[in-house]
């Protein structure tokens, strides 16, 4: 009498012959673990430090200006200040305007790594401001914070690059944010350090 096969001991086979990566694959998904934020840790020491940005802001879209023509940049000064600093955070006191409050700027010292908020680095980057370069490290993410992108967003989540140096109080050395309100107005700030 002939032997056939039986089909479940074939699938066990299959399934026991059956790389590790692959069914690792197909497990059930793991949660992701929280990582070093990359803004924190250079403002270790640097309590009641001031690092001072030139902030340049354009905006487009809106209304039409009567008369026509373009909505000229403006420019002014953003002090960022570090008012604590403990194991899980730094908090930065930013005045934008000497006639308004402060804002307060958390930074934790840990973040999940899938949070959007979670700077990931976009590469090396050497940057160029008042006669000083600056071997950066180029960071993305995006935040809703009041406070880091200098209005209400209204709900809304600004796309940040930040460039980070070695050996500057605070760490970032240039900061670019864009936000879109409303589908009609882009804003777009940078702030450099001030030379």
Not at 32 to 61: C, D, H, M
């Amino acid at each position: 009498m002939k032997k056939t096969r039986s089909p479940i001991s074939f699938f066990t086979a299959l399934a026991c012959a059956m790389p590790l990566s692959l069914a690792a694959q197909n497990a059930a998904p793991t949660a992701t673990a929280a990582a070093a934020n990359p803004l924190y840790a250079p403002w270790k020491g640097q309590e009641g430090r001031t690092v001072t940005f030139t902030r340049t802001e354009r905006i487009s879209g809106g209304a039409p200006i009567p008369g026509g023509g373009e909505r000229a940049a403006s420019s002014n000064s953003v002090q960022f200040t570090l008012s604590e600093f403990s194991a899980g955070q730094a908090v930065i006191k930013v005045v934008t305007a000497p006639n308004l409050p402060a804002e307060t700027l958390a930074i934790p010292a840990t973040l999940m790594a899938d949070d959007p908020a979670f700077p990931k680095s976009a590469g090396g980057e050497e940057l160029k401001i008042g006669g000083k370069t600056y071997s950066c490290v180029k960071y993305t993410y995006s935040t809703a914070s009041k406070a880091e992108l200098g209005r209400d967003p209204q709900g809304l989540r600004g796309r940040v690059t930040v460039w980070v140096a070695d050996g500057v109080p605070g760490g970032v050395v240039q900061r670019h944010i864009s936000l879109t309100i409303r589908a009609s107005y882009d804003i777009t700030d940078t702030l450099a350090l001030a030379p």
